[in-house]
């Protein structure tokens, strides 16, 4: 079936330095890259996204860049600040159902003052 | 944050007892979700709506059943089916159901089975 997979699991960083987290989805005709940030307890709130006619997008500190042919894509954020800890999700569509999303198993970012 | 709201934010259910958690948009969006998230995994999708009175089964269905009666509710009943309950249940939304655009989500409901 339709997977996705996520790297790493968790990531520490100083603050300042970038992260980079990587996902790679199994069904080719994929054509949305959503990635979602949730706080402890909170909803999932959407960060960034890639339609799979773009290669890349980038929205200030963040930025997503997609390999098609690869069937992978990452989240860079850089320049990393104490609230950018959470836990961050990938996701894929899966084509032809209804705008159903297969998540990533996530990565928990920390950045150390 | 985006006019998805779901009640109630805790909810313990007994063992064999049938349970109902609420999902409401004021978005008109015409697609819905239910997804179960379990500590330190992603989420998975239970079932989806993209109109109303039609659904279809996610990944992990056995045990729970859905309505789509109207636009704006999709409400979830977690049945005595369902052998392990305990989780954080979030909703979301979508414009449309074509897989190409944001779903919003609900604060969640965080379900306990005592």
């Known amino acids: 079936g339709e997977n996705v997979e996520q790297h790493p699991s968790t990531l520490s960083v100083q603050e300042g330095d970038s992260a980079v987290i990587k996902c790679t989805y199994s069904?080719?005709?994929?054509?949305?890259f959503p990635w979602y940030k949730q706080e402890l307890g909170k909803r999932p709130q959407l960060i960034i996204d890639?339609?799979?006619?773009?290669g890349e997008k980038k929205d200030q500190r963040i930025a997503v860049t997609l390999n098609k042919t690869a069937k992978h894509f990452s989240l860079h954020i850089t320049e990393t600040q104490p609230e950018d800890s959470a836990v961050y999700f990938c996701?894929?569509?899966?084509?032809?159902?209804?705008?159903?999303?297969?998540f990533g198993q996530g990565t928990e970012l920390s950045v150390k003052p | 944050d985006g006019g998805i709201t779901q009640s109630p934010k805790y909810l313990f259910r007994k063992e064999g007892q049938n349970v109902t958690l609420s999902c409401e948009q004021n978005l008109n969006h015409d697609a819905m979700y239910w997804y179960r998230q379990d500590p330190g995994q992603g989420l998975r999708l239970i079932y989806y709506s993209q109109i109303v009175n039609d659904f279809q089964k996610g990944d992990i269905a056995e045990g729970y059943s859905v309505s789509r009666e109207k636009k704006e509710s999709f409400p979830l009943t977690v049945t005595s089916a369902q052998k392990n309950p305990t989780a954080f249940y979030l909703c979301a939304s979508s414009t449309r159901g074509s897989g190409d655009n944001e779903q919003f989500f609900g604060p969640g409901t965080r379900l306990t089975v005592l």
């Open positions: 996701a894929a569509t899966v084509y032809n159902q209804g705008g159903k999303l297969i």
């Open positions: 069904d080719s005709a994929s054509n949305y």
């Open positions: 890639i339609r799979s006619n773009v």
